[in-house]
């Protein structure tokens, strides 16, 4: 049976989060989308609220991920304790609330194991190593495939990683790996030798008209003229970064890698 999995770039403001759980329904359907992963570490620009994080289950949304502003609303500490199916970076220290990872039911009683990790070039240097982490996880639990969203700044450690993890001998059943954190859509969704789908970055739900999700006139303030502002999240239209990833459930090999995003 093949599964189609749909991963969800950075989700950035509220606007963003609206447009997405009126599209997301329609998506699932004409793409036949059995498990949807969504990055909502932006939702509230700088981090996400437990009322954000309940809506995007509500629209649709199977496991949300996080990455370096998991905790800059502190409101959600509690549901990350709570709430398996809201995941913080694996690879952060043990001491922080949260999860990292999870086994979830798909189609037919199928195991789908999410993994959350974050990169350390450039982002968060105190983090454990993500290809050893992954790793760890994938040999110590049992899924029947796994999928991996890899917050990283740098392109290069996202397909360090992925060609690591597809390369172990005996390989565990790694479907897909997919970067976010940048908010721009790469062109490189593939299936790499040994069958892990891959794309260096989902891209982002968010105003087309903005830098990264941000109004212009704030981005240009920060680099213009060096006075520290807050960033404001731009207005609509607004564009989704996703790409739906084709599983063999009984192998847990990608078999296709197609970006589908949309724009309103």
């Given at each position: 049976m093949n599964i189609n999995i749909l991963a969800?770039?950075?989700i950035c403001g509220t606007g963003a989060q609206a447009y997405l759980a009126r599209i997301l329904r329609s998506v699932k359907a004409e793409h036949g989308i059995h498990f949807v992963v969504a990055n909502g570490e932006n939702a509230d620009g700088l981090g996400i609220l437990p009322k954000q994080a309940e809506l995007l289950f509500q629209s649709g949304v199977d496991v949300i991920t996080l990455g370096n502003h998991s905790?800059?609303?502190?409101?959600?500490?509690?549901?990350?304790?709570?709430?398996?199916?809201?995941?913080?970076?694996a690879n952060f220290g043990p001491a922080h609330?949260?999860?990292?990872?999870?086994?979830?039911?798909?189609?037919?009683?199928?195991?789908?194991g999410v993994i959350n990790l974050i990169g350390r070039c450039e982002l968060h240097f105190h983090a454990d190593n993500p290809l050893l982490k992954a790793e760890e996880?994938?040999?110590?639990?049992?899924?029947?495939?796994?999928?991996?969203?890899?917050?990283?700044?740098?392109?290069?450690?996202?397909?360090a990683l992925v060609y690591y993890l597809d390369g172990?001998?005996?390989?565990?059943?790694?479907?897909?790996?997919?970067?976010?954190?940048?908010?721009?859509?790469?062109?490189?969704?593939?299936?790499?030798p040994n069958g892990t789908g891959f794309v260096s970055d989902l891209g982002m739900v968010g105003g087309v008209n903005s830098v990264i999700g941000i109004r212009p006139a704030d981005s240009?303030?920060?680099?213009?003229?060096?006075?520290?502002?807050?960033?404001?999240?731009?207005?609509?239209p607004h564009t989704a970064g996703m790409v739906r990833f084709t599983v063999d459930s009984k192998t847990g090999v990608c078999s296709a890698a197609q970006r589908i995003d949309q724009f309103e």
């Open positions: 969800i770039g950075d905790y800059n609303k502190r409101q959600i500490v509690p549901m990350l304790d709570e709430n398996r199916y809201l995941l913080r970076p609330p949260g999860r990292g990872f999870g086994v979830f039911e798909g189609p037919t009683g199928l195991r789908i996880i994938m040999r110590q639990n049992e899924a029947d495939f796994w999928l991996i969203d890899f917050h990283a700044e740098a392109t290069s450690e996202k397909g172990l001998s005996p390989r565990p059943p790694l479907a897909a790996v997919w970067g976010t954190h940048t908010h721009v859509p790469t062109a490189d969704a593939r299936i790499l240009i303030n920060a680099f213009l003229c060096g006075v520290p502002k807050f960033y404001t999240q731009a207005d609509g």
